[in-house]
């Protein structure tokens, strides 16, 4: 037996610690998305990472949406943030929360603050603020305004709140040190006019909190122990820890809740900047935020990919401190162990040729038992239409083949999978030279796929029966930028790979097929593993999408 060495990660270390410590009885994690766009790959890390991890401790998982600023969110994403993270499997129980609905406590929060002699009113200019902020060489010069007294920035605030100035003429500045070598720490701004109406609280407020500010509030309010982001807000630590220590909710840095960063999931040559996908999709490049060639949640979904191969694929990147990317071919390595044994194999033609059986009775149609999953008994088998005429890939036919290759050729015996021996006789050709017909004989003691007289055949090919088999289109994916010349050109442009989709109209596949339902998955044979679009297939017209070819080069890292 292999002895598996479990290691623990950083965020867990630090966990146990805490634990032990006594900073936490248990754990509570939560994902805090901003509602202004779709989530991606990158985002189901992080939720994966929070869930997983309140799970392994027997903690809790807060779903939170983080709209303290009220421009870019709309309540169409938060639908589909929700819909996307239940998918994953991430299981918020009854606790959904939305930042907005502090917003009394926030504004609560500053006013202790300016009691306290610890926030002040400014005058400044969002500009002139930035000026004065200094440099990470230069420290910050005083704000003409931080002399007030309590009573004055009180009187100010309370103003600000109802309305009476105009947006940018003032602001809420925590007093903190303009010399601190942590820019973040030069009285940062904590709350701004703004005369937005917001999603949820409407024309309720015109000053609306920062970040900084807001996300550590939000944590204390619903008890969250670990607060888990990305490495960007590092610097903005000691600020978390700030906000929470003078409002009470912590006495040292090392209390919680407790800020903890880690690296950024990125993808070799997929696009994730919402940015771009905006533009692609406004561009109709891409036919939406799903579309099967990006790697937003919805697309991934869409293509094929199941919540297990993601879950897999995050285990697989692991948890570090420094920002490096994976290969994409990491993700199709992960679809394609997922699905290996859990989907039937079926026989779908992409190309299609007919071939007749000379020799088969006209109108008969034998039912052919076929496992669906050789590796997985569980899976159980089919029937499948065999009949005079059949199709195959017109790949698997030349006039004059090179040597090696065992597929049909005129004179060549060929085995149709789960079917018969053939024995190509002849073939038709148009007047372009293209083949039209191909005419085969079939050897009926062959039934099964061998032969009594123990003969063998080199080449087995995939067929369907011409009559029964379902028209479907296939189409056939991608990246959607080129992969040799990179992601961005020099002006910054998407550098778009012309051959992102091919759309192949002429398919067959076997007649079950038509009967799936959107996001089923089949492996077709010999072609990869593919799933019913959920949003253009219909009976009389299915529609598949490659989800992964079966091959790669790809090899897994061995370090894990
Ligand atoms: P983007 O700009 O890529 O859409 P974001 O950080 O603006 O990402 P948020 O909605 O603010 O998106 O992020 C929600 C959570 O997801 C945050 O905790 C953030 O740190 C995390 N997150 C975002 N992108 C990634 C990524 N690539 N890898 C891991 N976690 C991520
Ligand atoms: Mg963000």
Redesign the pocket.
């Known amino acids: 037996m292999e002895n598996e060495i479990v290691s623990k990660n950083f965020i867990e270390q630090i966990i146990e610690k805490d634990i032990e410590e006594g900073h936490c009885e248990t754990i509570r994690t939560r994902?805090?998305?901003?509602p202004?766009?779709y989530?991606?790959?990158?985002?189901a890390?992080?939720?994966l990472l929070n869930y997983g991890l309140a799970q392994k401790y027997n903690g809790k998982f807060n779903m939170r949406f983080?709209d303290t600023n009220p421009t870019k969110e709309r309540s169409e994403f938060v639908e589909s943030i929700k819909a996307d993270i239940k998918w994953l499997g991430a299981d918020w129980e009854d606790r959904l929360f939305f930042a907005s609905d502090y917003f009394d406590q926030m504004y609560e929060a500053a006013v202790k603050l300016i009691k306290k002699g610890k926030a002040y009113v400014s005058d400044l200019s969002a500009e002139e603020i930035r000026e004065y902020r200094g440099t990470l060489t230069e420290p910050g010069k005083e704000d003409p305004s931080a002399g007030r007294s309590v009573e004055e920035n009180l009187s100010l605030f309370e103003d600000m709140k109802a309305g009476k100035f105009e947006d940018g003429s003032k602001v809420l500045r925590a007093r903190i040190d303009m010399s601190s070598s942590n820019i973040n720490l030069r009285d940062p701004v904590i709350y701004r006019v703004a005369h937005m109406t917001h999603h949820r609280t409407g024309d309720k407020w015109c000053i609306y909190p920062m970040y900084d500010f807001a996300h550590p509030i939000e944590d204390a309010i619903e008890g969250i122990t670990h607060s888990?982001?990305?490495l960007e807000?590092e610097d903005h630590r000691p600020l978390y820890d700030w906000v929470l220590m003078e409002l009470g909710y912590k006495d040292t840095p090392d209390g919680t809740p407790k800020q903890i960063e880690?690296?950024?999931?990125?993808l070799t040559n997929v696009v994730?900047?919402?940015r771009y996908i905006k533009r692609l999709v406004e561009d109709g490049i891409v036919d939406g935020w799903d579309d099967p060639r990006l790697v937003s949640i919805a697309a991934l979904r869409r293509r094929g990919f199941t919540p297990e191969s993601i879950k897999k694929f995050v285990e697989l990147c692991g948890i570090s401190k420094a920002n490096s990317s994976v290969d994409y071919a990491m993700l199709e390595y992960c679809i394609r162990e997922d699905l290996k044994m859990k989907r039937p194999r079926t026989m779908a033609v992409l190309d299609p040729v007919k071939v007749v059986i000379d020799n088969y009775p006209e109108d008969q149609v034998e039912y052919l038992e076929v496992v669906n999953n050789l590796e997985n008994e569980a899976l159980g088998s089919r029937k499948v239409p065999f009949t005079k005429e059949i199709f195959i890939e017109r790949e698997d036919f030349m006039e004059e083949p090179p040597k090696k290759y065992f597929r049909m050729f005129p004179g060549n015996e060929v085995r149709l999978m789960n079917a018969y021996f053939v024995k190509c006789e002849s073939f038709v050709k148009d007047e372009n030279g293209k083949v039209t017909e191909i005419h085969c004989t079939y050897d009926p003691a062959s039934k099964g796929g061998n032969s009594p007289d123990g003969r063998k055949v080199k080449g087995t090919i995939h067929w369907v029966s011409a009559k029964y088999a379902k028209k479907a289109e296939v189409r056939l994916y991608e990246n959607i930028v080129d992969e040799e010349l990179g992601v961005y050109n020099e002006d910054g442009s998407l550098n778009l790979n012309p051959n992102s989709l091919t759309v192949l109209t002429d398919c067959y596949v076997e007649p079950d097929l038509a009967d799936a339902k959107a996001y089923d998955s089949f492996q077709f044979v010999r072609q990869g593993f593919f799933c019913v679009d959920a949003k253009d297939s219909t009976k009389e017209h299915p529609v598949f999408n490659r989800i992964v070819s079966l091959k790669s080069s790809y090899k897994l890292p061995t370090n894990n």
């Open positions: 994902f805090p998305p901003e202004n766009g989530l991606h790959i990158g985002h890390k992080s939720i983080d888990i982001c990305t807000f880690f690296a950024k999931l990125y994730t900047g919402k």
